[in-house]
């Protein structure tokens, strides 16, 4: 389900409907970087490593759109009146340090880890696109601020962080048509053009 086949006037969805590309982005960094060190062979490793270094760059991209988009959701449902949130996943559970888990190690990777990587398998250099980590930073904070989302039962439960511009407006239906569009479009990169609005 997505904002484009939900209507009510009291609720709205947790997710506007990024679960089609969330399924191309969750873990995919991971489960790529352990099957890659799970290669013994040296001469294997740097082959291998040439050949998923575009997947790298193509999955870190798709993740900063898809947290970028969770801020924008978030801020835009945070306008809007006491609206119940309806399939909220993270409802009820508790909430620890495993829900920095996925954040921090994609956090490590484009700050550090990459760049050691390429420069030992490619003899290259990886430069962090400064607004991925931002992104990454800021939506890290953004869960901390609202405990995982265990507790978000309404749109004034959300916390928005300081960090974050309030948009006006105009921006914010900005922000729901942009991301009416990279839902329609299943397109989440779609996303980084109203990136300046919240951050």
């Known amino acids: 389900m997505s904002i484009l086949d939900f209507k009510s006037d009291t609720d709205i969805l947790f997710d506007p409907g990024y679960s089609a590309s969330v399924a191309r982005v969750s873990g995919n960094i991971e489960y790529m970087y352990s099957a890659f060190s799970a290669i013994p062979s040296l001469k294997q490793k740097k082959f291998q490593f040439s050949i998923i270094y575009p997947k790298f760059l193509k999955a870190i991209n798709l993740n900063a759109a898809f947290y970028l988009g969770c801020m924008l959701w978030g801020v835009y449902l945070k306008s809007l009146e006491d609206k119940n949130i309806v399939n909220n996943p993270c409802l009820g559970a508790d909430f620890d340090d495993e829900a920095f888990y996925e954040i921090d190690f994609l956090l490590d990777f484009v700050k550090t880890g990459l760049n050691r990587d390429v420069k030992y398998y490619l003899n290259k250099t990886y430069s962090a696109n400064p607004l991925h980590i931002e992104i990454l930073e800021k939506y890290r904070e953004f869960l901390e601020e609202n405990k995982g989302f265990v507790d978000v039962k309404k749109t ?44």
């Open 156 to 199: 004034s439960d959300i916390k928005i962080p300081k960090s974050l511009k309030t948009p006006n407006d105009n921006d914010l239906k900005e922000i729901h048509n942009t991301i009416l569009e990279a839902v329609q479009n299943d397109d989440l990169e779609i996303l980084f053009k109203v990136s300046d609005k919240i951050l």
